[in-house]
Antibody
Framework: QVQLQESGPGLVKPSETLSLTCTVS??????????WSWIRQPPGKGLEYIGY???????TYNPSLKSRVTISVDTSKNQFSLRLSSVTTADTAVYFC???????????????WGLGTMVTVSS | SSELTQDPAVSVALGQTVRITCQGD??????ATWYQQKPGQAPVLVIY???SRPSGIPDRFSASSSGSTASLTITGAQAEDEADYYC???????????FGGGTRLAVL
């Protein structure tokens, strides 16, 4: 079955760029009808959608983060990545990657999630 | 509107029925999906589409929708259903996804 695994530094300094990678196993990021997304959750708070990418490179982002976010995909490595620039302590969170499935009749669903990785922004 | 509103906390007696609601303008046009999250774990999809459950999700979980309100109902709540529940849908313009603030369910 498809599994997702986040990886990247657990500590980032303020004003620097947070970079995370999600590795997909048991499936392909190039599969039609699936999108690949990032979501985050600050400690003790709710979930926040960051953005998604399709294997063609098409992206959409949360407007509140759009100016600082870049999501990319590497089909040769079966991975997709998140870059968040100019981070502050408010960006401290657990970052999840997720697969988004789409069906004409049932719409979109974030059906498979990685375990998440904690990223702390601190000097 | 760019918000999905959920009650912060709800409680239910063991074996009873509980409804968790989610309000937002986008729900007039788009399905809500529902996620269960237990402490220290990743969210799990429990409902998608009009009222579909992924494989492995018990049939005591169901969904409904009316106007700008979507609901998740647990019929015969079990102790293992104690968790945070999040709704998610599109904003009213359909440009991006939103999560509700989450509802913490206590099973008494």
């Amino acid at each position: 079955q498809v599994q997702l695994q986040e990886s990247g530094p657990g500590l980032v300094k303020p004003s620097e760029t947070l970079s995370l990678t999600c590795t997909v196993s048991g499936g392909s990021v190039s599969s039609a009808g699936y999108y690949w997304s990032w979501i985050r959750q600050p400690p003790g708070k709710g979930l926040e959608y960051i953005g998604y990418i399709y294997y063609t490179g098409s992206t959409t982002y949360n407007p509140s983060l759009k100016s600082r976010v870049t999501i990319s995909v590497d089909t040769s490595k079966n991975q997709f990545s998140l870059r968040l620039s100019s981070v502050t302590t408010a960006d401290t969170a657990v970052y999840f990657c997720a697969r988004v499935s789409y069906d004409l009749f049932t719409g979109y669903a974030f059906d498979i999630w990685g375990l998440g990785t904690m990223v702390t922004v601190s000097s | 509107s760019s918000e999905l509103t959920q009650d912060p906390a709800v409680s239910v007696a063991l074996g009873q029925t509980v409804r968790i609601t989610c309000q937002g303008d986008g729900l007039r046009s788009y399905f809500a999906t529902w996620y269960q999250q237990k402490p220290g774990q990743a969210p799990v999809l429990v409902i998608y589409g009009k009222n579909s459950r992924p494989s492995g999700i018990p049939d005591r979980f169901s969904a409904s929708s009316s106007g700008s309100t979507a609901s998740l109902t647990i019929t015969g709540a079990q102790a293992e259903d104690e968790a945070d529940y999040y709704c998610m849908s599109r904003d009213s313009s359909g440009d991006y996804w939103l999560f509700g603030g989450g509802t913490r369910l206590a099973v008494l």
